[in-house]
């Protein structure tokens, strides 16, 4: 549905959930039970070239592109093509450098979810400035917006953007020192992620749910992650999946699969 709605990103992410879980349960199934196996990596690995070519097409659909490749190969060779888009918001982060005021942009986005949504909703300030304007562009403290203003001019006021970047954002606060310590960090939560799929469900839910938002950093904001991924829709799919898990528990009866002799358990630690 998100591919037919024009929505690129979001079935990205969630295959990445998809293979993601895969990789855990496998390395973890105490029957041994191998759930990525040789034939779904032939069987992935054989369906990338053509996932990009649709990625592509849906691309095109959506956007008028100055630069398109022809032939039955354009699609992917477009796809390619695109990946420069973060390299393009970091060019302009510093050739617009003089123009991007003192703010602390990495965490522009819990920023505004703490600062103006959260009170807004109970009362208690204006609330986020929403649509594209000049104010939000200026005051939000959202690089993506500012840059995207400062580049576009009038386009980013019809509705055009050009995205962010956590590079541009950690350079922006803090220099090389910032894109370095920043990188640390989030190596960091990437490597907690990994261990807190081995705690309680509620953390493997937390974890998986994080894991889907943080791969899209390198496009996205530094603390975007943490933000998209409590949003609305997102609490209503895990409502959903407890829900069906709660229902599947009730009324089908588990059947326990034989542990393999040549294979030890694993315990989760």
């Not at 703010?103 to 009170?119: E, K, N």
């Not at 939000?140 to 970047?165: A, D, M, N, P, T």
Request: proline share 3%; glycine share 12%.
């Amino acid at each position: 549905m998100a591919l037919f709605s024009g929505q690129r990103t979001e079935l990205v992410l969630s295959v990445t959930v998809v293979l993601v879980y895969l990789s855990y349960r496998s390395a973890t199934d105490p029957s041994g039970r191998r759930w990525v196996g040789r034939r779904l990596l032939w069987v992935a690995a054989g369906a990338i070239p053509v996932v990009l070519g649709l990625l592509a097409l849906v691309g095109r659909t959506r956007t008028l592109q100055a630069r398109q490749a022809e032939g039955l190969f354009g699609p992917l060779w477009d796809t390619v093509y695109a990946q420069s888009s973060s390299l393009e918001v970091i060019g302009y982060g510093y050739v617009y450098r003089a123009q991007v005021p003192d703010h602390l942009y990495s965490l522009g986005h819990l920023v505004d979810l703490l600062g103006r949504r959260l009170p807004g909703l109970v009362g208690l300030g204006d609330g986020a400035l929403s649509g594209q304007s000049v104010e939000r562009a200026e005051q939000s403290g959202l690089f993506g917006q500012l840059i995207s203003y400062r580049v576009l001019g009038g386009e980013y006021l019809k509705g055009r953007g050009i995205g962010s970047s956590y590079v541009a954002e950690l350079w922006a606060d803090a220099g090389y020192v910032g894109v370095l310590v920043g990188s640390i960090v989030l190596g960091v939560v990437l490597w907690q992620l990994t261990v807190g799929l081995h705690r309680s469900w509620e953390v493997r839910l937390l974890c998986l749910l994080l894991a889907r938002e943080v791969v899209l950093a390198p496009r996205s904001g530094y603390s975007q992650f943490v933000v998209e991924a409590f949003t609305a829709s997102s609490l209503a799919g895990i409502g959903l999946v407890l829900l069906g898990a709660l229902a599947v528990r009730r009324w089908v009866q588990p059947v326990a699969a034989p542990r393999r002799a040549d294979r030890p358990l694993r315990v989760a630690r």
